[in-house]
C-alpha cells in the first residue's frame, strides 16, 4: 500500500509564491518519478514538471522560469516551489509517482490564484 499526502495549496494574490509537497509513504522499493501535474476544471490533467531518479527533469512550458520541482530521497517527498504566480496557474495539483513501475496519485491540493 503506498500513501500519498499532498499540502502547500491556497489562495495566494497574482505574483505570490507557493510551495507544495508530497510525502510518499507505504510498500515502497524504488521511486523511479515523480512529479506534478495539475487539473482546472473543464481542463485536461497537464504534466507540470516530472523528475526522473538519477536523470531528467522536465518542466511544462508554461513552468519553466518560474517553478522548480526537487525531491528530498532521505524522506520521500517531492516539492514544487511555484514563484510569480498567474491566475492562469489556478487549479488542482496532484502528485504523481512511479514506485516498482505502477502510478500512484495523490488526492489533489487546490492552488487558487487570485486578487
Known amino acids: 500500500q503506498v500513501q500519498l499526502v499532498e499540502s502547500g495549496g491556497g489562495l495566494v494574490q497574482p505574483g505570490g509564491s507557493l510551495r507544495l509537497s508530497c510525502a510518499v509513504s507505504?510498500?515502497?522499493?524504488?521511486?523511479?518519478?515523480m512529479g506534478w501535474y495539475r487539473q482546472a476544471p473543464g481542463k485536461q490533467r497537464d504534466m507540470v514538471a516530472i523528475?526522473?531518479?538519477?536523470?531528467?527533469?522536465n518542466y511544462a512550458d508554461s513552468a519553466k522560469g518560474r517553478f522548480t520541482i526537487s525531491r528530498d530521497n532521505a524522506k520521500n517527498t517531492v516539492y514544487l516551489q511555484m514563484n510569480s504566480l498567474k491566475a492562469g496557474d489556478t487549479a488542482v495539483y496532484l502528485c504523481?509517482?512511479?514506485?516498482?513501475?505502477?502510478?500512484?496519485w495523490g488526492q489533489g491540493t487546490q492552488v487558487t490564484v487570485s486578487s
Open positions: 504523481y509517482v512511479v514506485i516498482n513501475g505502477r502510478n500512484y
Open positions: 507505504g510498500s515502497i522499493f524504488s521511486i523511479n518519478v
Open positions: 523528475k526522473v531518479s538519477g536523470g531528467s527533469t
